[in-house]
Antibody, heavy 119, light 109 residues
Framework: QVQLVESGGGLVKPGGSLRLSCAAS????????MSWIRQAPGKGLEWVSY????????YYADSVKGRFTISRDNAKNSLYLQMNSLRAEDTAVYYC????????????WGQGTLVTVSS | QSALTQPASVSGSPGQSITISCTGT?????????VSWYQQHPGKAPKLMIY???KRPSGVSNRFSGSKSGNTASLTISGLQAEDEADYYC?????????FGGGTKLTVL
């Protein structure tokens, strides 16, 4: 069965960096687009970024552009999110999700990892 | 990249039907039949309920249905059940971006 397991969250100071990982299993990872979505405490969902199956196409939300970098390693069945210049407003649970190209929907989600940006 | 507009809350009694609206613009909801809906219970990850406006993934009850008219998409839940109480989010493709609605809290009275 499809499984997505995020890791790497934690407490970081404003201006700091963090790298999130998402380990995928149960499907051919290299065939699928992947996305990161976040949810601030008590708030709604916010799309962060997505990456094509080969990694050649990448898009970011304006709120993270220039600070976050999405990447993937198809040999390791893993998705990453490098987060730099972190701000308090980046505090959220970060979910990775599998994105269907045809339909642009997110059919499987991980359980999320919490990132807290605070001094 | 403005969020899609959803009502903050809706409620209904068991057995009733409710509809949640999701309003976007001609650049997102109105331009593409690529609206999806997600259900989220407290402390859990979101779950896909509807994709491509009105299609249901395998395993999702046929009590859930979706539609779209112009710039507004809708999710209808018929025969409300206690386990339907959750937050619901709409989502639309918007070219190089993806937009979520602010979420609607469904209360089953």
């Amino acid at each position: 069965q499809v499984q997505l397991v995020e890791s790497g969250g934690g407490l970081v100071k404003p201006g700091g960096s963090l790298r999130l990982s998402c380990a995928a299993s149960g499907f051919t990872f290299s065939d699928y687009y992947m996305s990161w979505i976040r949810q601030a405490p008590g708030k709604g969902l916010e799309w962060v970024s997505y990456i094509s199956s080969s990694g050649s196409t990448i898009y970011y939300a304006d709120s993270v552009k220039g600070r976050f970098t999405i990447s993937r390693d198809n040999a390791k069945n893993s998705l990453y999110l490098q987060m730099n210049s972190l701000r308090a407003e980046d505090t959220a649970v970060y979910y990775c999700a599998r994105r269907r190209v045809r339909g642009a929907y997110l059919d499987y989600w991980g359980q999320g990892t919490l990132v807290t940006v605070s001094s | 990249q403005s969020a899609l507009t959803q009502p903050a809350s809706v409620s209904g009694s068991p057995g009733q039907s409710i509809t949640i609206s999701c309003t976007g613009t001609s650049s997102d909801v109105g331009s593409y039949n690529l609206v999806s809906w997600y259900q989220q219970h407290p402390g859990k990850a979101p779950k896909l309920m509807i994709y491509e406006v009105s299609k249901r993934p395998s395993g999702v009850s046929n009590r859930f249905s979706g539609s779209k008219s112009g710039n507004t998409a809708s999710l209808t839940i018929s025969g409300l059940q206690a386990e339907d109480e959750a937050d619901y989010y709409c989502c639309s493709y918007a070219g190089s971006s993806t937009l979520f609605g602010g979420g609607t809290k469904l209360t089953v009275l």
